[in-house]
């Protein structure tokens, strides 16, 4: 698409109407609104009902130790079973649960159904024989192989939270989150490929378990065939372990509030919180939205998410969504770019998919690539396409529309979060209109408003707060070990109103926008990062002094890391070697993905006289905009110095 096409269309479309085909055969009619409206938890109730219960609930809601919600209470269920065994029981053995693509061209794998549940019934069998019982924790820290999958679900078969570290985060990132959650086994890999070379993971667990002295298990899967240091009486290899047991696993029901994971993510403090997921309502609120939003035909779809599995994206629509309700998906190793541009058209090609749902991130680099590159590739098996994990750009939707979508598809502008554990606002394909730049509004039994500074909503055409009114299936419980900091983080800015920490304003129709976070989270080509987080890294440096860290706008990542540090008088001048060396410090104490764009050393910050960080300035530097007022700082003449030094700064490496 040429930019003259790209332009005209962005002045010329500003509102999509569903395709009279699809609104025909829509799992979801307008009607669900009202029907919602009228009843949520009548709404929900019938969701569950999609699901195989071995207990029926009692009450579809208990809410009077609110924020402390229970959904399904009294219900009774298995995870794994829900997303496994009742589709081979139905006689759908023979489906492919999952299209594994490796990263090395050709390297690919199909797993049915009745071969997941062989598989995870191995699995759930070799963490029983680990010792592993109901309730205790189990880390996976692995690339996107199927075993992956397989051993999430086998801890959910025997009721182990598991708690799955992104493959890109260091062992620093993997010491926190076991010690944090007491895991005491750690499912891992050797490596995976990545970029076209082998990448490893299991050095990362070896230094990481250094500092964790209680686990006493590590389960290693063979992906690469890479040399491996090996503990004995600690280490097993999966195939050893795995392989020798029984494809026959009775699973237990559990209570529909048994906890099912613990996925940490960034706040706004230092700390990674330890978001808590359990069994009956994220399933419910997982499976509903997948079908609803993504109109799924499960005989006929072939979905994928292009995430990793390290992401909440990954939890809720690469396992278990998709799998509670049958469907089959693609999961992809590797990167888009191994070993050429165009590695995911080839796939969605070859593997006939028909929904793709991925991060605007991703699309702005194809958009960066150019049109030619998709346009080689068959990509008519495409129906619907979705967007999730940061605004989308009204170019890059447009563009995501006709180069991806051929102009035909849908475009799902997702919006949800790690806590949210479900989708909330998105237009529903076959009933919704889509605008460039919108999620549009929220899902039917969920309730979003704006609101002021004061939790007034704003009216169409005003912009606030996004906050969610009422409890949903597949919310947050509450923060693993800190009932108190989830009360407080989430509940406590507007009382009785779950507070997302995103910006967001009505158009002049109501419908929903987005505008980014708020606080002191980032995100960075879809990854959420904290500023507090990182600074504490730099700090944790022997030659800083002091930090402070501010996303700037990045046209392809959304938000880049900028960080400005002081040294201390021993580091020297702070020259380039001084700016790489903190930057790989970074990487190793959170990953890769949090190594700060820019580093510039200052002489000084900027402070307000209570002595808080004026970020506001911060930006308007790495932005490279004149800097705003200035009247607040206790020092005015500190951003003058730190302007002369913009000049000098090293950039990146
Ligand atoms: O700021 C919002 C942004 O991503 C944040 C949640 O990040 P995380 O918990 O990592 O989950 C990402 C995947 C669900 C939100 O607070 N965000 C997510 N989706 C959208 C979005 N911002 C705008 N539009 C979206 N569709």
């Known amino acids: 698409m040429s930019q003259e096409t790209l332009s005209n269309l962005l002045h010329e479309r500003r509102r999509f109407e569903p395709p009279a ?66 589709h081979v029981e139905a006689g759908r053995g023979d489906k492919v649960a999952y299209h594994w693509v490796g990263e090395p061209p050709g390297d690919t794998r199909d797993i049915t159904y009745a071969e997941l549940k062989d598989e995870v019934c191995r699995a759930a069998n070799a963490l029983v024989e680990l010792g592993v019982k109901t309730g205790d924790r189990v880390a996976i820290y692995m690339p996107m192989i199927p075993e992956t999958v397989i051993a999430m679900l086998a801890c959910a078969r025997i009721g182990a939270p598991h708690t799955v570290v992104f493959g ?37 667990v070896d230094a990481a378990l250094r500092h964790c002295p209680d686990v006493r298990s ?72 997948h079908w609803a939003v993504f109109d799924l035909k499960a005989d006929e779809d072939v979905f994928w998410t292009a995430a990793d599995i390290g992401w909440v994206t990954g939890h809720s629509y690469i396992v278990y969504g998709p799998l509670a309700n049958g469907a089959t998906s693609v999961m992809y190793e590797g990167t888009p770019d191994t070993p050429h541009k165009g590695r995911w058209w080839e796939i969605i090609q070859e593997q006939k998919v028909t929904i793709l749902y991925c991060a605007p991130t991703a699309i702005r680099t194809f958009m960066k690539w150019g049109t030619d590159i998709p346009a080689t590739f068959d990509l008519s098996s495409l129906r619907l396409i979705g967007s999730v994990g940061e605004p989308i750009n009204p170019e890059a939707y447009i563009w995501y529309r006709e180069a991806i979508g051929g102009g035909r598809c849908p475009v799902v502008d997702t919006w949800w979060q790690t806590e949210t554990g479900q989708i909330m606002i998105s237009p529903l394909p076959g009933v919704t209109a889509g605008k460039p730049g919108s999620a549009m509004k929220a899902l039917p039994g969920v309730s979003a408003l704006v609101v002021d500074e004061e939790g007034e909503p704003v009216g ?194």
Not at 230 to 259: I, N
Not at 484 to 512: C, H, I, M, N, Q
């Open 218 to 289: 590590v389960l290693v899967a063979k992906r690469t065939g890479q040399d491996v240091d090996w503990t004995e009486g600690r280490d097993v290899w999966w195939d050893d372990l795995v392989g020798r047991q029984s494809t026959e696993h009775t699973p237990e029901a559990f209570d529909a509030e048994h906890p099912l994971y613990v996925m940490y993510t960034s706040g706004t403090t230092g700390r990674p919180k330890g978001i808590l997921h359990t069994t009956g309502g994220y399933l419910v609120g997982t499976s509903w939205t």
């Open 168 to 204: 890109g985060f260091s062992s620093q990132a993997l010491v926190d989150r076991i010690h944090d959650c007491d895991a005491r086994v750690v499912i891992t890999a050797d490596g995976g490929y990545r970029r076209g070379a082998p990448s490893a993971l299991k050095p990362a």
């Open 460 to 653: 169409p055409g005003s912009g606030g707060y996004l906050v969610l009114t009422d409890p949903w299936p597949a919310m947050l419980r509450t923060i693993w070990g800190d009932d108190e900091r989830y009360r407080e983080t989430y509940w406590s800015r507007f009382p009785g109103r779950y507070f997302a920490g995103d910006g967001a304003k009505l158009d002049e129709d109501g419908d929903v926008w987005l505008l980014g976070r708020v606080d002191d989270v980032m995100n960075v080509a879809g990854h959420r990062l904290s500023t507090t987080e990182i600074e504490s890294a730099l700090v944790s440096h022997p030659k800083v002094a002091e930090a402070a860290v501010v996303g700037a706008n990045d046209p392809e990542t959304g938000q880049a890391v900028n960080a400005f540090v002081i040294l201390r008088e021993s580091a020297g001048d702070g020259g380039p070697d001084v700016v790489k060396e903190l930057r790989d410090h970074v990487a190793k104490e959170i990953g890769p993905i949090a190594k700060p764009r820019a580093i510039m050393v200052v002489p000084e910050l900027p402070k307000t006289r209570s002595g808080k960080i004026m970020r506001r300035l911060l930006r308007d530097v790495a932005e490279h905009r004149e800097v705003g007022d200035v009247t607040t700082l206790a020092d005015s003449s500190v951003m003058d110095l730190i302007k002369e030094k913009e000049g000098q700064a090293p950039a990146e490496d």
């Open 21 to 86: 085909g699809l609104a025909s055969r829509a799992n979801v009619t307008a009607d669900a609104y009202a029907e919602a409206e009228r009843d949520p938890l009548a709404f929900w109730e019938k969701a569950a009902e999609r699901l195989s219960w071995d207990t029926r609930w009692e009450r579809v809601l208990d809410w009077d130790d609110a924020p402390f919600a229970k959904w399904f209470v009294g219900g009774r269920l298995n995870a794994a079973y829900n997303c496994v065994d009742r």
